[in-house]
């Protein structure tokens, strides 16, 4: 692996991770700022994501945080103020690193167990636009007059605590990905999952019509198409209204 300025370059890769150094010109543009940018492409390097990585449809640009680092080791932490356990991104060395960047309009994130979930309604506007570039936070978190002086959007991927937040922004890169147009092979994949119409996907069935002493459901396998979408629609809220009942306030369900 070669290191050409802040970027990674991986030089004698597989086609979907040499996708990552040479395809910068793509219409959505992924930029992540870690101290780990050797974690990526890593998952997103295969299947869909790969995929449209290798044809060209998305890139995705890994900087190193430390490469804007003080002194001679390149420090990019400092103890907390007020004292407390653990270390703090720096707001300088951070900033240096986002304003590295240059000017952009992609919306600025950062993967934080305190941010706002992450919806598919977010991610449906965030594919929609040029990109993004991600913030992967580490240590106690990230110093926050950052946050503040470059409009960092905190997003949360659930209620839980990651190492970092390289794994977080897969997560969100997967999903905005396989939502961009040819990634998929049938429009219609994107817009009959869970979450879409605030419900939960309906269950799905494929042979053999009887395994263990259960069968597909008649209805599915008779043909009458109008009969086949009511029961994907029933389905869908029965299992949304045991499971998800929070997503159905406001309706009279």
Request: charged share 25%; aromatic share 6%.
């Amino acid at each position: 692996m070669a290191w050409s300025g802040s970027v990674f370059r991986l030089a004698a890769a597989s086609p979907s991770v040499q996708a990552v150094a040479t395809m910068t010109s793509s219409p959505w543009h992924a930029t992540l700022l870690s101290l780990y940018p050797e974690m990526f492409p890593g998952p997103l390097g295969v299947s869909l994501s790969g995929d449209a990585l290798n044809r060209g449809t998305w890139s995705l640009e890994a900087r190193q945080i430390r490469e804007h680092g003080l002194g001679r080791h390149r420090a990019v932490d400092d103890t907390p103020a007020g004292g407390g356990a653990g270390m703090v991104l720096r707001c300088d060395v951070l900033s240096a690193a986002i304003d590295a960047i240059g000017a952009d309009e992609r919306p600025r994130l950062l993967m934080s167990p305190r941010g706002r979930p992450l919806t598919q309604g977010r991610v449906r506007t965030l594919s929609g636009g040029p990109g993004v570039i991600i913030v992967c936070g580490r240590f106690e978190g990230v110093d926050e007059r950052v946050i503040e002086g470059r409009r960092l959007e905190e997003v949360s991927i659930g209620d839980y605590v990651l190492s970092g937040g390289e794994i977080a922004a897969m997560v969100l890169l997967d999903a905005c990905v396989r939502l961009l147009p040819g990634v998929m092979g049938k429009a219609e994949s994107g817009v009959e999952e869970s979450f879409e119409a605030r419900r939960l996907e309906y269950p799905h069935y494929t042979r053999p019509r009887d395994w263990e002493g259960r069968a597909i459901p008649d209805v599915l396998t008779g043909g009458n198409h109008a009969a086949i979408a009511r029961w994907r629609e029933a389905e869908a809220l029965r299992i949304t209204r045991e499971r998800r009942p929070d997503l159905l306030e406001g309706e009279d369900a």
